[in-house]
């Protein structure tokens, strides 16, 4: 794709309108027009058209936008297949939480299978629950993305991620660990938000 005269603005829109494509697929939407999308995403038909020529000529008078090949080309093109096999270290309160909402299947992706040192004390879960030891085995084919949710260890948490191929990590567990270059890792911090909340709320006042 010509991404050189693409404005930024409507490469910031392209994610709006290939999640709300994966969910109108999702719910069975094989075509869709743009005034259609437009109500769909708030967004003016018009900027929509607009933004749509950029990748060639998609739609056609009468008939609207193929849902298919819309989604394909944003995948193809711009590299935005969401379609990420997750796994997920620490299936305890927290680990259980996610796995059972796992509701981001036309946004990122998955999560596909979980790991935990005692997978036997787990109990019931919508997706299978591994012994860390089995995790070369059972980590999906291409998986890059792990969340970590262990309370314990996350050291050795971490390094098994890694040498399983993990490049990127979603870390709830508040430890200090250390990773290669060329591993990510993004820490979620519900406490240290609220402490930001706090303080930006306190100078507000001032
Ligand atoms: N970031 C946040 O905002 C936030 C919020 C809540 C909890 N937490 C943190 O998330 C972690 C999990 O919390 P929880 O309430 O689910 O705890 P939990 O005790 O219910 O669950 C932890 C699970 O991890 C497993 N585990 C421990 N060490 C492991 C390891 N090295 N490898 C694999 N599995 C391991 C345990 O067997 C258990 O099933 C804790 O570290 C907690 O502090 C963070």
Redesign the pocket.
Known sequence: MPTKSVPKATLQRYPIYLKALRKLKNSGVTRIMSKELSEYVAIESTTIRRDFSFLGSLGKQGYGYDVDRLIEIFNEQLGMGFDEKIIL???????KALMNYNRWNHVVGEIVCA????PE??GKTPIPVYH?DEMKDKIPEGCRIAIL??????Q??ADRLIECGITGIVD????HFQVPKGVLVKP????STIQELVFETNNMKK
């Open positions: 270290v620490g299936a305890g309160n927290l680990g790991f935990d040192i005692r004390s787990v860390v949710c262990v309370s314990s260890n996350v050795d948490a709830f567990s508040h430890e979620i911090d519900v406490v």
